[in-house]
């Protein structure tokens, strides 16, 4: 027999089922009621086939609960994207809602500027639906009401609000809303999301607070640590990056600059010495071989400019330097062509560290 915990957290995951099943259907009611209309289904269709995959792979998670340690998959994402994703996928679900209430429901995302994050992008997506669906029912309440979602820095996590103007609680049921089985909304649901997404969110050792106020609204708060080769984001690092090739200097750059860096460009050496003369780096990324001034002449330029700034160099696979040169040239790391993004930015913060 599954332990007590193991059983909570089962349901939990059922409870969350639900919440991606009813997508699917709220999108086959709009299906149905829009048949004979010239409107396109596209959007609704593929709404429908994300949910459709989404709710397959919660079902094998329940298939394989016992295997933990397979089901915890970590991904870098950015949270922006993924609440913008789960806006779109319950999009149907608050519309429908408010059209069978005769409600008014206003969603609004106010994304700041916050770097990936690693999580387990299925379990977080869960609690992000669960929050919202929660969100729409309290409105549903009334007769009109807004959702916000906002995310921001603070220190050295990220954190994500989700915000209602419906019902609000009482400061009783507040005390009890974590408790599983314990549900605000009578027969109707079970109450174990809630207790199911602050387990999730300890997991990633992340902190849920919610704050309450009757007939005003409800904010739910969760905070997720920057993982420590992340904080080179909250300082924006002044990266330099030097190569002649400018498709793939572009491309490079454009990548950095998502990944939270605040990326230069020089297309050949004697660009880079001008840019150096005039500005400090925190990381020079250069190309080995450039017409005239080279990748090695230019990391021997900035080593007797005695700075502290980094050096990262870029060879091509037929380009590699002996270890005697490479010690000569005292890099701080070296990269091979081509190099996922990836690993030039983990390059670039292990450097800054």
């Not at 995302?109 to 916050?114: A, H, S, T």
């Not at 700034?309 to 490479?326: R, Y």
Request: glycine share 6%.
């Amino acid at each position: 027999m599954a332990k007590k915990g193991e059983f909570h957290t089962i349901e939990g995951m059922a409870h969350n089922l639900n919440n991606l099943i009813s997508i699917i259907l709220a999108q086959a009611q709009l299906l149905r009621k829009r048949v004979t209309a010239e409107s396109p289904l596209g959007p609704e269709l593929q709404a429908i086939e994300q949910a459709a995959k989404e709710a397959t792979q919660m079902a094998h998670k329940l298939q394989t609960f016992q295997e933990n340690a397979a089901l915890k998959v970590y991904e870098w994402i950015y949270l922006n994207d993924l609440l913008s994703e789960v806006v779109e996928m319950t999009r149907s679900v608050w519309q429908y809602q408010a059209k069978r209430k005769g409600v008014t429901i206003h969603v609004s995302l106010q994304l700041g500027e916050v770097p990936k994050v690693k999580v387990q992008v299925l379990a977080l997506k869960e609690v992000f639906i669960n929050f919202i669906l929660n969100a729409v029912d309290a409105i549903s309440e009334k007769k009109d009401g807004m959702i916000e979602i906002k995310t921001e820095l603070r220190g050295e996590c990220v954190q994500v609000s989700i915000s209602d103007s419906g019902i609000g609680m009482t400061s009783e049921t507040l005390s009890k809303v974590f408790n599983p089985y314990f549900s605000t909304k009578g027969k109707k649901g079970r109450g174990l999301g809630l207790s199911s997404s602050r387990h999730i969110i300890q997991e990633h050792k992340g902190a849920l607070m919610v704050e309450s106020t009757p007939a005003i609204g409800t904010t739910f708060a969760i905070q997720l640590p920057i993982e420590k080769q992340d904080a080179a984001f909250v300082e924006r690092k002044k990266i330099m990056l030097v190569d002649d090739e400018k498709d793939y200097r572009k491309a490079t750059a454009e990548l950095l600059s998502l990944e939270g860096f605040d990326v230069e460009q020089a297309s050949d050496g004697k660009e880079a010495i001008h840019k150096i003369q005039e500005k400090n780096f925190d990381v020079i990324l250069t190309d080995l071989h450039m017409p005239g001034i080279s990748g090695s002449d230019l990391v021997k330029y900035i080593k007797n400019q005695e700075v502290s700034t980094k050096i990262i160099l870029i060879s091509g696979v037929n380009e590699k330097l002996s270890e005697e040169e490479l010690k000569s040239l005292n890099v701080d790391a070296c990269l091979v062509k081509p190099c996922l993004i990836e690993d030039i930015a983990k390059a670039i913060r292990n450097t800054c560290h």
